[in-house]
């Protein structure tokens, strides 16, 4: 009887530990199941695994393969490397805009006392509440009423309408941990507004804003639903591309851009997450 | 600069964005929830209640009608987002009991490799379980080899994937309020309980899960609300049959090209998500003052 209790309680002492191989596995397999499967050189079937190959990497920069020529179903390179530079130029003009709101936006509200601050902070955040198609049809419909052209200039606005928020709420976060009695020692020190701004206060929150500019920066670069309702012929993005050709059917070389897509994002994500630790100690 | 102006500059760049690219957007989303539509697609500028009526059941207007398969499909996704929001709180307690207890550093290498795979991109993530789940898929293989079930059965295209596909992709959204509400729970409550006399399941029951209510809360809203109005992963997992309301908007917005139809679906959604957000705010501050007369 002590026997049957001793192994239930060993169990119980380890149920943690399977519990977390579990949750981890259904985290991460799929994503590696992906990555395994853009090497298969199976061009009829991708879930038999029929050798090694880089051969879909090779097909989605246009290079002649050793695959049947049938199997190449990618349209065209072009569009995948157009929809590319659309996403990049962006996110990148995105993270710039939606970095210089969501700042001066948390450094008025943290540093100065207004009547209207309550409202503000709703307005901030609203745009977080709101379901993405909501925003994104309202978006489009406004465009469309007042004559803005669906093109990379309206996706750009539309990102900043709420991305400005999710800089505001990092940057903010660091300006509430901030001690203001150093900048009160810099005036005293007889530094001006502007000298303590540079010397003390922007350096202080950088990593709050540097936080911010990345989170802007990848979720930017990965928006479908609202990008999808605002992107214009010529102006479609990577994610809404990709979505295009998944709703088509699954293609072996969709592996391929996955899996670079994947160590792409990791990549800038695991950047901003060490750096962040490192900065937070 | 007076403190006024530093003020205005400041603020200045918001308030004229805001204005004029949310709260303006908004407004004409709301208007055209009241327009008539176009027989060729644009809008009529009159007053028309009919896009309500189709979905609440009073339409009279010459070809459009009351529809019940609108009130089912709210209904079903209404359903669908609440199992999500049920299954994900299932799934990221325990984990998130699980890292709590692990020592600091661990902790902060265990909460980087949980966030790390919810940064690619939502396509991959949803490519992956496509993979998965179609019915020449990892899963079926793995079910057939093992016997358990002898052909390949129907997973992709039904509810069951398009619940899989939003638990996925919205775990981080409960895990992180979940694991910032448990880690903030003072061991010295958890020891006393101990000291007490009362056995792990006791103080869980009294203690930890009481007080990380604030994070069950909060990750469920998180939630709740990418789920209700989603429209991809339906699309993407579910198929024709498995349509939710994101899905009525997309269509009468791009195939329909019924836009006050579409904005009165969205304006209704958004409805529903107020309505779950004032549930919320009540709870919680209720929540706050029970606890405030415990202390």
């Given at each position: ?27 991460y ?51 995948l ?19 210089l709101?969501?700042?001066m ?22 745009p ?102 605002i ?51 | ?26 407004l004409?989303l ?12 644009g809008?009529?500028w ?45 799934i ?20 980087f ?183």
């Open positions: 009887m002590t026997f049957i209790i001793n192994i239930i309680q060993q169990f119980s002492k380890h149920l943690f530990s399977i519990y977390g191989i579990i949750f981890f596995s259904f985290i397999l799929p994503l590696l199941t992906v990555i395994f499967l853009s090497f298969n050189s199976n061009p009829i079937n991708m879930m038999v695994w029929d050798g090694f190959t880089f051969d879909w990497y090779k097909s989605i920069f246009g290079y002649s393969t050793m695959l049947d020529e049938d199997a190449i179903y990618l349209e065209s390179t072009e569009q490397l157009s929809s590319l530079k659309n996403s990049l130029i962006v996110s990148i003009s995105t993270t710039i805009i939606s970095t709101i969501g700042t936006t948390a450094l008025a509200l943290a540093r100065f006392r207004f009547r209207f601050k309550s409202f503000y902070r709703a307005l901030i955040f609203l977080m509440l709101i379901p993405d198609i909501v925003l994104g049809i309202a978006l489009l419909i406004f465009f469309v009423t007042i004559g803005i052209k669906l093109s990379l200039l309206s996706i750009i606005i539309g990102h900043c309408t709420f991305l400005s928020s999710y800089v505001f709420i990092v940057v903010s976060a660091r300006l509430a941990g901030m001690n203001e009695t150093l900048e009160e020692a810099s005036f005293d020190l007889g530094a001006n507004r502007f000298t303590t701004f540079r010397k003390i206060t922007l350096p202080l929150i950088s990593p709050g804003i540097i936080g911010g500019a990345l989170l802007a920066f990848i979720i930017s670069l990965d928006d479908l639903v609202i990008t999808y309702f992107s214009g012929v010529g102006s479609t993005t990577l994610p809404v591309f990709i979505y295009s050709i998944m709703r088509r059917g699954i293609k072996p070389e969709i592996n391929a851009i996955a899996t670079l897509m994947i160590v792409v994002s990791l990549l800038v994500a695991g950047a901003g997450l060490y750096f962040r630790s490192k900065t937070t100690k | 600069m007076t403190k006024k102006n530093r003020l205005f500059l400041l603020l200045s760049p918001f308030t004229f964005y805001s204005l004029l690219f949310f709260l303006g957007p908004m004409i709301f208007i055209f929830s009241f327009l008539e539509p176009g027989i060729y697609g809008v009529e009159n007053f028309y209640h009919d896009n309500y009526g189709r979905i609440l059941g009073w339409a009279d207007g010459e070809f459009e009608d009351f529809d019940i398969i609108y009130t089912i499909i709210f209904l079903r996704s209404l359903r669908l987002a609440l199992i999500t929001v049920l299954i994900n709180l299932l990221c307690y325990p984990a998130a009991l699980w890292i709590s207890n692990l020592n600091p550093k661990l902790r902060n290498f265990f909460i490799l949980i966030t790390l795979p919810f940064f690619a991109s939502l396509v991959v993530r949803l490519f992956a379980w496509m993979i998965i789940l179609k019915p020449s898929g990892i899963l079926n293989q793995v079910l057939i080899s093992l016997h358990i079930i002898d052909e390949p059965i129907l997973m992709l295209f039904t509810e069951g994937a398009v619940i899989v596909g939003m638990v996925y992709v919205l775990i981080p959204f409960m895990f992180l309020p979940l694991y910032a509400s448990i880690e903030k729970i003072d061991l010295k409550l958890i020891e006393a309980s101990k000291d007490l006399g009362a056995n792990k399941f006791i103080t869980f029951f009294k203690i930890t899960l009481p007080l990380s209510i604030p994070g069950i809360i909060g990750g469920s809203i998180l939630v709740f609300i990418p789920s209700l109005g989603n429209f991809i992963v339906p699309d993407l997992l579910g198929g024709a049959k498995v349509m939710m309301i994101g899905n009525l908007i997309e269509q009468s917005f791009l195939m329909g090209r019924n836009w006050p139809f579409g904005s009165a679906l969205s304006m209704m959604l958004m409805a529903t998500v107020v309505i779950f957000l004032l549930f919320y705010v009540r709870s919680v501050s209720k929540y706050e003052n029970e606890t405030e007369t415990i202390k």
